[in-house]
């Protein structure tokens, strides 16, 4: 039998953690959280109960584990995308198009954590400050490198305009067409930074969108 601190252990329990959250995202997507009990995620694992409580408190502890999952994945796709030389507000529209686009990805599960993460108190709401306050971070390090040019009051400002995008979409059935956002979130931003909006044809860039 392994030691509980050996090598072997650790990646045994890694193991088990990412499988008990990508069990936690099938079933909750399915069913919605209320609906979803703990029996049904160790069984969509493959793991004991006794497996569960050892990586979570409760469901609703398993779940915020899975929301800051999925935010800090969505955020990589943010920073991956950022076109390092180009005007800011280039590289904000691209970065926001292909964040919006890994949210559209999976349609079922975004609509379920951008809902279900409202209606769980105290908790809910500090990761979710949590996860805003990353994506903030992002635009006040992609948008000031050349001098300040967006506060953090806006940054925060503009991250909430756009999950409340995101939301509106959602509520509209729209959760497979978030990249048509992009747009108007990129203007949310632009607005806030005190940029004017885009207009006209830019040379060696995309012709105008209406936003």
């Known amino acids: 039998m392994k030691p509980k601190n050996s090598p072997d252990a650790d990646d045994a329990s890694n193991e088990h953690r990412a499988r008990l959250l990508q069990a936690m995202a099938q079933v909750a997507a399915a069913q919605g959280l ?7 995620v160790v069984a969509e694992a493959g793991v004991s109960k006794r497996t569960f409580y050892e990586h979570f408190a409760d469901k609703d502890a398993c779940f915020l584990e899975l929301y800051r999952a999925a935010s800090a994945s969505a955020l990589r796709t943010l920073r991956e995308s950022v076109q390092v030389g ?7 529209e691209h970065a926001l198009g292909a964040y919006l686009a890994h949210l559209a990805a999976g349609p079922q599960l975004i609509r379920m954590l951008f809902v279900e993460i409202h209606h769980l108190g105290p908790e809910g709401a500090t990761v979710r400050r949590e996860v805003m306050q990353h994506l903030a971070n992002f635009m006040l390090e992609t948008i000031n490198t050349q001098g300040p040019v967006l506060t953090p009051t806006m940054a925060v400002a503009a991250v909430g305009g756009i999950h409340e995008l995101v939301l509106q979409a959602i509520e509209r059935g729209e959760a497979a067409e978030l990249e048509q956002l992009t747009p108007s979130a990129s203007a949310v931003v632009r607005l806030l930074a005190g940029a004017p909006l885009a207009s006209g044809k830019k040379k060696n860039g995309p012709p105008k969108r209406a936003v």
């Not at 209320?34 to 049904?40: G, N």
């Not at 180009?86 to 904000?92: G, K, L, M, N, Y």
């Open 86 to 92: 180009r005007p800011w507000q280039d590289q904000v």
């Open 34 to 40: 209320t609906a979803t009990s703990i029996a049904a």
